[in-house]
T-cell receptor, first 114, second 111 residues
């Protein structure tokens, strides 16, 4: 299996622009997670889906962030408009669920907003 | 609110030495995870501990879980340079797939 796939791997954009991050989970996994990692705040869960349905979005920082999962093999995280404080590494992870609920992480997208 | 605390946050050790990283969590949980992250890389799953008294070993790393004490340990035996990385523990909220991560322990193994 190719593992969790994320694109792009690096994104540099200017403040105010829209940014879309993409994720393809491992085939057969029914849960998908979006995380953000920064030096200051560590690893934070933004949102997670189960069977394509958003279950908990309490970690989404504000209305500028939105996430979708239109089908079992694709998810997007969108930031509009982007701000410099959004600069971070964004990870997508997927999990097969029971019994271990083990999460497998993608390579991440390093986002820089100037 | 579930809190996960790791200590130490930074650990510098010599090759060949033994050491233990501690992970404490604040509320009842049935599952605890250890991950490794190399600089600029993603997180790699090391261990999944599913029950009280669980012990898992892989090479020079051994993880254990005491759910009554809400404590997990990651023991490093005869450290080698290749073990240099940041190690995270994570705990799920009971009944949920959400994980709460500790701040990580940055391990540096010196020759």
């Amino acid at each position: 299996d190719a593992g969790v796939i994320q694109s792009p791997r690096h994104e540099v954009t200017e403040m105010g622009q829209e940014v879309t991050l993409r994720c393809k989970p491992i085939s057969g996994h029914n849960s998908l997670f979006w995380y953000r990692q920064t030096m200051m705040r560590g690893l934070e869960l933004l949102i997670y889906f189960n069977n394509n349905v958003p279950i908990d979005d309490s970690g989404m920082p504000e209305d500028r962030f939105s996430a979708k999962m239109p089908n079992a093999s694709f998810s997007t995280l969108k930031i509009q408009p982007s701000e410099p404080r959004d600069s971070a590494v964004y990870f997508c992870a997927s999990s097969p669920g029971l019994p271990r609920y083990e999460q497998y992480f993608g390579p991440g997208t390093r986002l820089t907003v100037t | 609110e579930l809190k996960v605390e790791q200590n130490p946050l930074f650990l510098s050790m010599q090759e060949g030495k033994n050491y233990t990283i501690y992970c404490n969590y604040s509320t009842t949980s049935d599952r605890l995870y250890w991950y490794r992250q190399d600089p600029g890389k993603s997180l790699e799953s090391l261990f999944v501990l599913l029950s009280n008294g669980a012990v898992k070993q892989e090479g020079r790393l051994m993880a254990s879980l005491d759910t009554k004490a809400r404590l997990s340990t990651l023991h490093i035996t005869a450290a080698v340079h290749d073990l240099s990385a940041t190690y995270f523990c994570a705990v799920d909220r009971g009944g949920s797939e959400k994980l709460v991560f500790g701040k990580g322990t940055k391990l540096t193994v010196n020759p």
